[in-house]
């Protein structure tokens, strides 16, 4: 079994993130809306996300949370939206979540961190969210340069 990272595909942390996993070729994916629906239109098909039938944005957001082993959740301030959803979502389902406050953090102690929690918990299938690109313009870099470090350290490279 490998480790695999799993998101909406929504601009932002999600695209982020996708874009560093096929950049590194590591496995990615996740569920998306019906009409593969974001805030900039239709989601390339170059991401490898599956359609939910029939699904707008909460209804994605609660598979890609119940469908994973945990979440990990990079914000900035305070959680919002649909970002807020995926923590409540992970919480009453008593499944592993983790908060990463990137105004708090530096890129280095996040993917530590977070690499961590993925050894400790033994988890394969790991969510992470966030913000979208609308409502944090920075995240589709800084989720790109997170999830980098993160696969190198979950590859053992660093």
Not at 6 to 24: F, N, P, V, Y
Request: proline share 6%; aromatic share 8%.
């Amino acid at each position: 079994m490998e480790i695999t990272f799993i998101s909406g595909g929504q601009t932002g942390i999600d695209r982020g993130m996708l874009d560093a996993c096929l950049e590194l070729d590591f496995p990615c994916g996740g569920w998306c809306p019906e009409e593969r629906l974001a805030e900039d239109g239709p989601i390339d098909a170059k991401y490898p996300l599956e359609v939910l039938p029939g699904a707008g944005y909460p209804e994605r957001t609660r598979e890609n949370v119940l469908d994973t082993d945990g979440t990990i959740i990079l914000f900035r301030e305070e959680l919002t939206g649909g970002t807020k959803s995926s923590q409540k979502l992970a919480r009453s389902r008593r499944k592993p979540y983790l908060l990463l406050d990137l105004e708090q953090l530096e890129l280095e102690e996040a993917a530590e961190t977070s690499s961590e929690m993925i050894f400790e918990k033994g988890l394969w299938r790991i969510n992470i969210s966030g913000p979208r690109a609308s409502e944090w313009p920075e995240s589709h870099q800084l989720a790109f340069q997170f999830t980098s470090k993160l696969i190198a350290k979950v590859r053992g490279e660093d």
